[in-house]
């Protein structure tokens, strides 16, 4: 029995396809997927809102307490124990408290769903990621702050005009508190931001966070030792007062000058960032 062959033309196997071209993304397109993620967030809105409405809030109960105190000379905001402005600002330290909670789940809400795997597949390089969020997280930071000192401003002028403090727009003691203000929010979210990388869990983050910015001052305070209270004077929430009042440091409790403190409060943003740099460079995701 003879096997019966065709005659066909020989093909030759195709070629293997060329590997994918590694794909190195621009910034811009880094920071256009930060967006992205960032608004898509409900919590996003959440601590956006909560920041306004906190600070807005706080703002008009301070201004609304200025009758029960009518009588008291620290009203008059001539002899340099109040100003208008500090009235308006009151509500910084809870508005702190919210925006730093943003900057915590910026990186551990990736790591707690595991999306931070697909990010850091897309950018190995890992650190334009950090950069992203560190500038979209302080456009969100300014984004608050402005309309939430403008609405305090808004809401608190009936009562401040009862006693004369509404505080002057052309006045640089407005400024430097309402800059202030944006300022030390923007460090917040900065160090929570940091911390959040090199912790990684949402729990210890938040934590962490919130214990150095708003608890460790008041429970040192109990401590009346001079080395403890010059320790004090150095924590966020205590240095940044020197940039949210108006009066001399020494009547306002604070320790440190106004220079001194835009220093303090840029240490505490820029140090975790670089240190969450660092360890983003070095460690597995």
């Known amino acids: 029995m003879s096997t019966l062959t065709a005659d066909r033309p020989m093909t030759s196997c195709p070629d293997p396809p060329p590997a994918a071209a590694q794909v190195h993304p621009t910034f811009a397109g880094i920071m256009r997927g930060e967006w992205i993620k960032l608004l898509s967030l409900r919590s996003t809105w959440w601590a956006l809102t909560s920041t306004a409405a906190v600070i807005t809030l706080v703002a008009l109960a301070a201004a609304a307490s200025l009758s029960d105190m009518a009588g008291d000379t620290a009203l008059t905001p001539d002899n340099g124990q ?15 408290l919210t925006i730093a909670v943003l900057g915590a789940l910026l990186f551990t809400g990736e790591y707690a769903t595991g999306m931070i795997l697909s990010t850091f597949a897309a950018v190995p390089t890992r650190i334009p990621v950090l950069a992203a969020k560190a500038l979209a997280l302080v456009v969100l930071t300014a984004a608050v702050t402005l309309p939430s000192v403008t609405l305090s401003y808004l809401v608190t002028m009936p009562q401040l005009s009862q006693h004369d403090l509404v505080p002057a727009l052309d006045d640089p003691r407005t400024w430097r508190v309402f800059g202030g203000t944006l300022y030390a929010l923007t460090a917040a979210a900065l160090f929570s931001l940091g911390i959040g990388t090199l912790l990684r869990s949402t729990a210890a983050s938040i934590t962490t966070a919130l214990t150095v910015l708003l608890l460790l001052p008041g429970i040192l305070s109990f401590i009346t030792l001079d080395w403890v209270q010059t320790i004090v004077s150095y924590l966020p929430l205590p240095a940044s007062s020197a940039l949210l009042t108006t009066g001399a440091a020494d009547d306002t409790g604070n320790y440190i000058s106004t220079q001194t403190s835009l220093l303090v409060m840029a240490a505490y943003a820029l140090v975790p960032i670089v240190a969450a740099a660092v360890t983003l460079h070095r460690r597995d995701a």
């Open 82 to 96: 109040m100003h208008g402005a500090e009235v308006i600002a009151s509500g910084f330290h809870f508005g702190m």
